[in-house]
Structure formats: structure tokens, C-alpha cells
């Protein structure tokens, strides 16, 4: 049988389809979802969670006319199947292909672009001011999910809407999970909200009303009042009332018409913002996912291969495990991503000296610097990309008071297929301003645990930088050291050429060393290891024996390691030295896999000896006439 998915070019299509051709779409979008997220990665059990519900928005609403604002973007795969990229989906992640959080440089019907959580109502509420402001007439829909809502952006947002009163609609995508189990005292009024017998009974009471009700704008306030009587009796749903929301659930986030009759509702309803409880299950109808959603809330590409060398993140969290056990002030801080860090053999073992957070990175910060002030060593352990969230939480609150506060910054560099919104690509520009800040980054896992000691053990705030992915796999030291700080490591001696390469680039430094040997280049390597303080004295001492500097950083030149090492330089009165920094353009970097962005950016061992070679247009010539000889030869 044709597939219906084939027919639907736009969301228009979907108007005309009965019941039963509605379930049998659903049925083949999850199987188009399972298909193309087990070959390329990507958010399945988020997405199985919401076809029903993207199916019935498309069909109340008219996209993109009216904007429906996903929060994360993560859970936008089928939105994407029903908004005339159903042709490239087979392309999603992929380099040079769809993205996997919504873009606005990709569809119209992506009204807002997002990839960090919680901004979905606060971008709502701006459209739905600019419309009433401009005397248009469409509607704004946010969809943002229970873990997304635990981000403190999300309450600003509410307060300002219910404040304002614009029309406006945010649905609550409520499936029990952040990637773990969602945490917070709203969290647990959700779960009291599903799990209540009592909530069965209303539900179904809900479902009758709503059906009984027309549609009319007049009886709506009206069916509202009994409905919000209803459910204030038997449940704790009057917090979004108090917000200033009209409030409309819990709804079956998977029966297609009970969600039709309510986003109609809210559509039709003039007064005031509405606020639409969905309960949905993640991972739906795929029993792994559904039995799994942890574990499935991201998969990887199958591309990546069976691995045998733990990554950066195990190993940081089997050093955190010891240094938790070694000393009783030392407590971790995540915003609610333990498994993304590995975090969950710590939380095994000291359940109440790890804090979840939730989705919450400037609270996270600023709640360690709490800790700090009374004595306790907190690790915070952030990505890269949305530390950024906390970057005055960290000048204002840590570092002004120069309280001891480790941050473990994982995913820092080029982290691959989830693209421009989620590149660690920025944190050695943005942490290198901060006074009293100790900024480094290791040159493999094993050192790693060493800086890890060090930061615990530093007295300052500091921050570790580090990949995303496997470590190099070599051997780990029993016991842990300190590393001094400020300091960097000759790791081989030459005299054309000094490479000072940071944390991830120190092994393709090598690498290029390798080659340039073979154009008859002699290269110095140092492992930087610190981005601030600098390792002043190495670098002058460098500088005077040595005419050719290259610095290499997987971050933007911008304000990065390179532009430190050419201010020192400048500073100290060293201008008879060439100096060249690889690292990032100024730019946004696309997704891709990392060894594709890697050499696409010569950032690998070959694209940083291209690049030194060409310096030295002497040896770039030999180099010539070496492959020359050897093509003559044959
Ligand atoms: C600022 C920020 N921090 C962390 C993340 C990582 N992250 C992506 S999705 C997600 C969970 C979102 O949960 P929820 O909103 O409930 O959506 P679900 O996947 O459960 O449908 C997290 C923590 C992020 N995208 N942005």
C-alpha cells in the first residue's frame, strides 16, 4: 500500500484525512522516525512521544500563518516530516543536511530556532506582543516540555505573559521525563497530577465536558469555570491559573481528537494566555524506547562504532567518584544531565551529594558559589555549550568572590552532529576574561584526573575543558597528583618551530610534528594545558630561541588561547616572532561529524602541518619535490 507520509506535502494535507487515515500516518511517521534515527542518531524516544500531538496541532492550526514555537527543538522530527522535509529527512544531522533542532534558516514553518531548552514561551510571548502591536492576527503556540519548564526563563516568561494577558498558548508536553526521570517540586505536582487515582476520574469528567461543550466563544469562559472547579477540587492545577493562564488538561497526549477539541478551544478563546496540560508517553510505540526512555532519550549515529576506549566522561566520573570519597566537602552539581556526565555511579553511591538540578545552569552555578561560601568543593559539571547560560553567574558570583568551585566542562570543542546550537566552541574566549578564574584543558583522560585533583584541591575557581568522545586510551595513573598551575609541558623538542597546542589538539599537534618531520621541518610541542594563567616564562623562553610560533585551540580565535599567547607577546615586548593561531573562524559551525569538521577546519594532524608547512614556503617546496621525485620514480 502507498504510504499517506509520501502525501503530505504540507500541513494543508493533512486537513482532509479521516480518523483512521490520521492513525494509519501516525503509525508510519514513528516507523519513518525509527528508520532514520537508528541509521543517523538523534532524540527518538522524544520524538515517538509527540506525533499525535504535532499531528493535531498541524491540523487546528495553519503554519506557518500561525508560529509554533517547539522549546529545545529536539522533539521537532515530525513537525519536520509534515512541513515539506519529509524528502531530506533521510539527511537529518547529517553534514550538509536537516538539522536536528528546529532552524529558521531551514523552514518557514520554524518560526523560532533553539537546540538549549526553556525558551520557547519568552520567544512566544515577544510574537504574540509584536502581532498585537502590528494589528495582526495569528495565533502563537509554545510547546515546552516538563523538563524544559524546570529552566528559570520559562517562569520569567509565564510571569511576564500572565502579566501582560496577550493571547497566547503554551502547551505543557508532560511525559514524566527531563533525558532522566524530571526533577523539582513541580515535577512532583506533575507526577501527583498522572499518577492520582483521583486525576482518572477528572480526566474522564474533563473528556465529557469538552465534548458536551460547543465550541462557541461565549460559553467558553463559562465551560472553564466548571472545568477549573472540576479539577481544583480533585487537583493541584490552580498554579497556572494564578499565573494568569487559562488552564485546560490533563489531556491524552496520544488520542489525536481529545487533542483536537482542546487546542480548538484554546484557539477560539479571546481573553487571556491558555495553558494546555498534554500527557504524553516517550518513546511511544516503539516498546525499547518505551521501556527505555533514558536510554533512548538521544542515540547515537551508527557510524560511531563499537567502543573500547572509555570516553572523557566516564573517566571524569569514575575520578569524581574518588575524589567524593576521599573527601567529604567535595559535592557535584549537574543541571539535569547525570547521564550525559556518567554521573550515575556517583549518584549510586552518594545519592545526597549529587544534585540534579533540573535544566537550570544559572541556578546550578550560583547555588555551588552558596555551598562554596560554607566550605564545600562543588564540581559543576556543565557542557560546554550551555555553560554559556552562566556566564555572569560565574564573573558575579563565583569569581568576584573567588570561591573554590570546579567546572567540569565536557563536550568543549567540536562536538559533531547536533550542530551549531550545541558547539563547546567558545569557553576558553569566554572564561579567559574572568579575573581570579583558573582555566585549563587536558591533553588526554589521564591527565584529566590529574587537573581534576588539581581544581579540587586549588583553593580558586577553576574549569576543565574537555572532548567530547573516547579518550586517546592510555594508561591511567594509579594515583592522582598535582598539576602546577600555569604551567605547560614540553612534550618534544625542535628548533624550526614551536606548537603550543590546547587540551584536544595536543595529539594532532603530534601528529603534524610527525609530518612536517618528514618536509624536514623540526617542531617543538608543547601541551599548553592552561589557557590562564599562561605559562608565561615557557612562551618567552620559546619565543626567543624559536622565530615561529603556532598556537592551536579547538574554540574560536576570538579571544581564544592563540590571542592570549599573541597579547603575551605583545605585552612583553617580543615582536620579532611569527605567531599563527589555528583554531575556529568567526562563525557558527555547522553539524557534521567531528572528524569531518576536524579536517574540515584543519584542525586534524593534517590540516595543522598544512598549515605550519605553509609558513615555511622553503620547506613547503622540498615537500613538492619530494612527491615530485616519487611520482618521477614510478
Ligand atoms: C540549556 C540546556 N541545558 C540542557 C540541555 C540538554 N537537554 C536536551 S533535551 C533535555 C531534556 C528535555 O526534557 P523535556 O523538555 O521534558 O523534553 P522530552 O525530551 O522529555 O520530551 C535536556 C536536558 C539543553 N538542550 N539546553
Request: some cysteine; aromatic content about 6%; charged content about 20%.
Amino acid at each position: 500500500m502507498p504510504r499517506l507520509l509520501d502525501k503530505i506535502a504540507s500541513p494543508a494535507d493533512l486537513k482532509q484525512l479521516t480518523r483512521g487515515e490520521l492513525n494509519r500516518l501516525a503509525a508510519e511517521i514513528r516507523e519513518e522516525l525509527v528508520s532514520v534515527i537508528s541509521t543517523n542518531g538523534g532524540h527518538l524516544a522524544s520524538n515517538l512521544g509527540v506525533v499525535e500531538l504535532t499531528l493535531a496541532l498541524h491540523r487546528v492550526f495553519n503554519s506557518p500563518h500561525d508560529k509554533i514555537i517547539w522549546d529545545v527543538g529536539h522533539q521537532a522530527y515530525t513537525h519536520k516530516l509534515l512541513t515539506g522535509r519529509k524528502d531530506l529527512f533521510s539527511s537529518l544531522r547529517q553534514y550538509g543536511g536537516l538539522s536536528g533542532f528546529t532552524s529558521r534558516d531551514e523552514s518557514e514553518h520554524d518560526p523560532f530556532g533553539a537546540g538549549h531548552s526553556s525558551t520557547s514561551v519568552s520567544a512566544a510571548l515577544g510574537m504574540a506582543i509584536a502581532r498585537d502591536l502590528s494589528g495582526d492576527n495569528y495565533h502563537v503556540i509554545a510547546i515546552i516540555g516538563d523538563g524544559a519548564i524546570t529552566g528559570g526563563m520559562a517562569y520569567e516568561a509565564l510571569n511576564q505573559a500572565g502579566h501582560l494577558g496577550s493571547r497566547l498558548i503554551v502547551i505543557l508536553n508532560d511525559n514524566g521525563m527531563s533525558i532522566s526521570p524530571t526533577v523539582g517540586a513541580l515535577a512532583k505536582l506533575l507526577a501527583r497530577i498522572r499518577f492520582d487515582h483521583r486525576y482518572h476520574q477528572a480526566r474522564e469528567k474533563s473528556k465529557r465536558l469538552l465534548r458536551l461543550l460547543p465550541l462557541g466563544n461565549k460559553l467558553w469562559g463559562a465551560s472553564q469555570q466548571v472545568l477549573s472547579g472540576v479539577k481544583g477540587m480533585v487537583m493541584p492545577t490552580m498554579f497556572w491559573e494564578e499565573f494568569g493562564f487559562t488552564y485546560m488538561g490533563p489531556i491524552d497526549g496520544h488520542n489525536i481528537r481529545e487533542l483536537e477539541i482542546a487546542l480548538a478551544k484554546a484557539r477560539d478563546y479571546p481573553l487571556k494566555p491558555t495553558f494546555i496540560h498534554v500527557v504524553t508517553t516517550k518513546g511511544k510505540g516503539h516498546l525499547p524506547a518505551e521501556g527505555d526512555a533514558v536510554y533512548f532519550h538521544g542515540v547515537a549515529a551508527k557510524h560511531t562504532g563499537a567502543k573500547t576506549v572509555p570516553t572523557y566522561s566516564e573517566i571524569f566520573a569514575q575520578t569524581v567518584l574518588r575524589l567524593v570519597r576521599e573527601n567529604p566537602r567535595v559535592v557535584v552539581i549537574t543541571p539535569a544531565m547525570p547521564e550525559g556526565h556518567c554521573l550515575n555511579v556517583v549518584q549510586a553511591e552518594f545519592p545526597h551529594r549529587v544534585f540534579d538540578v533540573g535544566i537550570a545552569e544559572q541556578h546550578a552555578v550560583t547555588f555551588a558559589a552558596g555551598l562554596a561560601t560554607q566550605g564545600f568543593i562543588p564540581i559543576v559539571a556543565i557542557y560546554s555549550t550551555f555553560l554559556q547560560r552562566a556566564f555572569d553567574q560565574i564573573i558575579h558570583d563565583v569569581c568576584l568572590q573567588d570561591l573554590p568551585i570546579v567546572f567540569a566542562i565536557d563536550r568543549s570543542g567540536i562536538v559533531g552532529d547536533d550542530g551549531k546550537t550545541h558547539q563547546g566552541t567558545f569557553d576558553l574566549s569566554y572564561l579567559s576574561l574572568i579575573p581570579n578564574l583558573i582555566v585549563s584543558a587536558p591533553q588526554d583522560e589521564n591527565e584529566l584526573q590529574h587537573l581534576l585533583y588539581t581544581a579540587v584541591n586549588a583553593g580558586h575557581p577553576m574549569a576543565i575543558r574537555y572532548p567530547r568522545g573516547t579518550g586517546l586510551g592510555v594508561p591511567l595513573d594509579a594515583d592522582l597528583h598535582l598539576v602546577p598551575i600555569g604551567t605547560g609541558e614540553v612534550l618534544k623538542h625542535g628548533t624550526d618551530v614551536a606548537i603550543l597546542a590546547m587540551g584536544a589538539t595536543v595529539a594532532p599537534a603530534l601528529g603534524a610534528a610527525q609530518e612536517l618531520a618528514a618536509s624536514g621541518l623540526k617542531a617543538t610541542v608543547v601541551n599548553a594545558r592552561f589557557a590562564k594563567p599562561l605559562d608565561s616564562s615557557l612562551i618567552i623562553e620559546l619565543a626567543s630561541s624559536i622565530k615561529c610560533l603556532v598556537t592551536i585551540e579547538e574554540n574560536t580565535l576570538n579571544g581564544g588561547f592563540g590571542s592570549s599567547v599573541a597579547d603575551l607577546l605583545q605585552k612583553s615586548g617580543i615582536s620579532n616572532v611569527r605567531v599563527k593561531s589555528i583554531g575556529l573562524p568567526d562563525q557558527f559551525i555547522e553539524h557534521g561529524t567531528q572528524a569531518i569538521l576536524r579536517a574540515k577546519y584543519g584542525l586534524d594532524a593534517k590540516g595543522i602541518a598544512g598549515e605550519v608547512l605553509s609558513l615555511f614556503p622553503a620547506a613547503g617546496r622540498l615537500t613538492l619535490a619530494k612527491v615530485n621525485n616519487r611520482v618521477r620514480a614510478r
